[in-house]
């Protein structure tokens, strides 16, 4: 009988030669492979429809050319996709994300792992994920709108509320969504909910804009209270001042936890008695002008520290909140000597693989994006079925679901990652993810 590192050895060979040179797919897929193929294997139905291997090819990739008009009256070409991963449990969905870094292979690893986060909230959500090699940097309000129009001229084809639901990502946000509904409604004639992420005033859920980074701290706070212990007092390093990380921020706060660092590519804004809500704001304001965090008012009481990655500061808790790969081994070992014993990922795989190793062997206390991140598209769906039923939930109804969600979530991912007296979280995410979808495609037949 083939050895666990056998079987993903032989696994991870096909599905390198079919996809080459897409390290960070690659990545996201070895890494759920160490923990479901024994899975796979010891269930005839899985085996038998190769569940894994199905889930490694998108159902389809679009991708189309947008073209747009500067300011000057320059015409632009950038490229858009959306990569429908699978559909197996209800219509794809998934983040729309506007970075010059955006290329199919990253595409192919969010899309991948949304299809077992949204796996995991318990809602009937596929997985997909798109967006476009455009950078918003330095743009105006204008070419912002006319991308957004571009863009969705060619997507609103290839969308819709049973068919695939887009939402935002890096660069994405609520105006971002509001162009891109308008332009959708615009095209088809039609008031639908094939977008998550709207504006309260045209169909959008309360509490969407906060969910996600709402939803970790939940987490956080259950993966503590496993531990018998509380978020009141512990010292969190986060990294990013974009949606996920800010509004983590000011959970974190909210709960009575001291935030020591935010970040941004420029370096690190750091305060050792723990940031206030004012400092919270200022570092969203930033981000929603298009500065950095280089120059923080002294009345805020933050540091900045050019060129540093948050994790060489002391703290008992680190949340990567900006991107893929912002931790290495070295920034994993850097928080961990710095006192860090709870790594929870606000980000989509913001761990590289050797960092994921290191964080492992120490034994500290670790949860993937795919389980803590939940949050968002948990609120994605709920807002679904308010645009579906036309009622609509307050902010303190959805933020009890949340709150319910996460907490699930949290138990599903303990009780299948229990061994040994510990819990792998990492583990009992993707078993738990992937058992469901498995179980909906081996349903299906061959098709
Ligand atoms: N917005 C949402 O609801 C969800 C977002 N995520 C993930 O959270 C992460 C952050 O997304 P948002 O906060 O929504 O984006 P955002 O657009 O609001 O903020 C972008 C963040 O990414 C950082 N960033 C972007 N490129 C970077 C780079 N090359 N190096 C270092 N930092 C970089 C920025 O500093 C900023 O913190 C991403 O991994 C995203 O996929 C995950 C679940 C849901
Ligand atoms: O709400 C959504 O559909 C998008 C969420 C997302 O992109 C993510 O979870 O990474």
Known sequence: MATRSELVETFMTTIRDRNPGEDAFLQAVEEVAEDVLTVEKANSAFAAARVLEQLTEPDRIITFRV???DDTGTLQINRGWRVQMSNA?????????????????ILKFLAFE?????????????????????????????????????FMAEL????????????GDINVGPREIGYLFGAYKKHHGLFQGALTGKGQAFGGSAMRVEATGYGLIYFVAAMLSEQGDLLEGQRIAISGKGNVATHAAEKAIVEGARVVTMSDTSGTVHCADGMDQDAVAWVRAQKAAGGDLSNPPKALGL?????????????????PCATQNE???????SAMAGGVKLIAEGANMPLTADALAAVEEAGILYAPGKATNAGGVAISGLEMSQNAHGQFSTAEEVDRA?????????????????AGGRINYRRGANIAGYRKVATAIAAFGVI
């Open 156 to 167: 609103a084809h290839h969308i819709g509320p049973d068919e695939d639901v887009p939402a």
């Open 303 to 319: 540091t900045f520290h050019e060129g540093a990655l948050p994790w060489q500061f002391e703290a008992d808790i680190a949340l």
């Open 67 to 69: 073209v747009w008009e």
């Open 114 to 150: 949304q299809v077992f986060k949204n796996a995991l909230t318990g809602l009937p959500l596929g997985g997909g994920k798109g967006g476009a090699d455009f950078d918003p940097k330095g743009r105006s309000e204008g070419e912002i709108m006319r991308f957004c129009q571009a």
């Open 402 to 418: 949340l709150m319910r969600i996460m907490t699930q979530i949290h138990d599903t991912a303990r009780d299948e990652g229990r």
């Open 89 to 105: 449990i209800g219509p794809y969905k998934g983040g729309l994300r506007f970075h010059p870094s955006v290329q199919p292979s």
């Open 327 to 333: 931790m290495d081994a070295e920034a994993a070992k």
